[in-house]
């Protein structure tokens, strides 16, 4: 911990469901100085704004002055979060979703700071105005792999887990906590009768926004969430369970949170994504790859005790490895 103690960091990130929070809690446990700037500040562009909207939109074809006044007015007071610190000049700076935060903020950062670093954890081409960004951190790492050849600065690297939480004892055998998407709903519902059929207490969580997409669903099997779980809450839940389960999201090209939480916590995996097959920590033990929608020989699987991996894959997926990475501590 000596390797950051001392330092300080600025973490701009995604404030959904208290990831913000995730970040500057286990960066604090690490030791650092942590002063966290949201992209979710809410401004008023006041009644004077509003008007001059109306009429650009109407009389000028120009519907975006409001969003970049409510832009302007949120960095203000995010370099206003930064004005009000005491520190002259930070050791780091990382910004979680580059593409959330205006390049005005992100140039103020980087002068009051030695070393700048991003992380773009959903695919370049998901929130292409990420692109617009790269040339502007010392550093550029992505989550899908398939972007490194978009740009040569891209740097590839992996999610991680979250090393200040502990493993709780089992208190139930699989979970899930997911949105709704339709590519994988039925295979959400298919594993889950099957792993209640086999006769396991199962935790399958489906955050939905719309009713109308409920139809088809078994509710009996499948809980439906209609309001936000915090993200260090999910992470206690797979901690308590047996086995994590993972579904993939086909809008990018990578390997999940849930996959390394299972590392992590020593948890055994259920997954289709068969990319986890190309990694170091893979070992049919501990994951089993739905291939072809097939679950031949899941019965055996989870009757099989899990298999510890060795201690340096165990630090190489840990968040404090990961941030000695992003922010090049040697």
């Known amino acids: ?6 330092k300080s960091i600025i973490i701009a ?7 913000l929070q995730r970040f500057k809690e286990n960066l604090k446990a690490l030791g650092f100085t942590v002063i966290v700037i949201p992209d979710d500040i809410k401004v008023n562009i006041g009644l004077k704004n509003n008007l001059i909207h109306i009429y650009k939109k109407f009389f000028s074809r120009n519907s975006t002055f ?19 610190q005491s520190i002259e000049q930070f050791d780091y700076a990382l910004f979680i979703r580059p593409d959330l935060f205006s390049d005005n903020l992100i140039q103020y950062v980087k002068d009051k700071t030695f070393s700048t670093a991003a992380y773009q954890w959903d695919g370049m081409d998901r929130f292409p105005a990420a692109y617009k960004k790269i040339n502007l951190f010392d550093r550029f790492f992505i989550f899908d792999k398939t972007d490194h050849k978009k740009n040569e600065k891209l740097i590839p690297i992996t999610n991680f887990y979250f090393d200040d939480i502990l493993a ?78 993972d579904f993939v999201n086909d809008v990018h090209h990578g390997i999940s949170m849930r996959t390394f939480e299972s590392i992590g916590f ?31 020989g899941i019965e055996a699987f989870i009757k099989m005790p899990y298999e510890n991996l060795s201690e340096e894959i165990y630090n190489k997926y840990s968040f404090k490895s990961w941030i000695k990475h992003v922010l090049n501590i040697t």
């Open 66 to 84: 409001k969003k970049e006044k409510k832009i302007e007015l949120r960095t203000s007071k995010q370099i206003k979060i930064l004005e009000l």
């Open 266 to 296: 020593k948890k055994k995996l259920i997954t289709d994504n068969l990319l986890v097959k190309d990694y170091d920590f893979y070992n049919p033990n501990n994951i089993f790859v739905i291939e072809n929608n097939n679950f031949e």
């Open 168 to 245: 709780r004892g089992n208190v139930m055998d699989a979970y899930f906590l997911g949105t709704y998407m339709e590519s994988r709903i039925d295979i959400i519902v298919r594993l889950s009768k099957k792993l209640k059929n086999i006769g396991l207490k199962i935790s399958v969580n489906l955050i939905v926004k719309s009713p109308k997409k409920l139809r088809n669903i078994d509710l009996g099997i499948i809980n439906i969430i209609n309001k936000p779980i915090s993200f260090e809450e999910n992470i206690v839940n797979s901690s308590k369970s047996r086995i994590i389960l």
């Open 1 to 6: 911990m000596s390797q950051f103690k001392g």
């Open 13 to 19: 990130a995604p404030n959904h469901y208290g990831l």
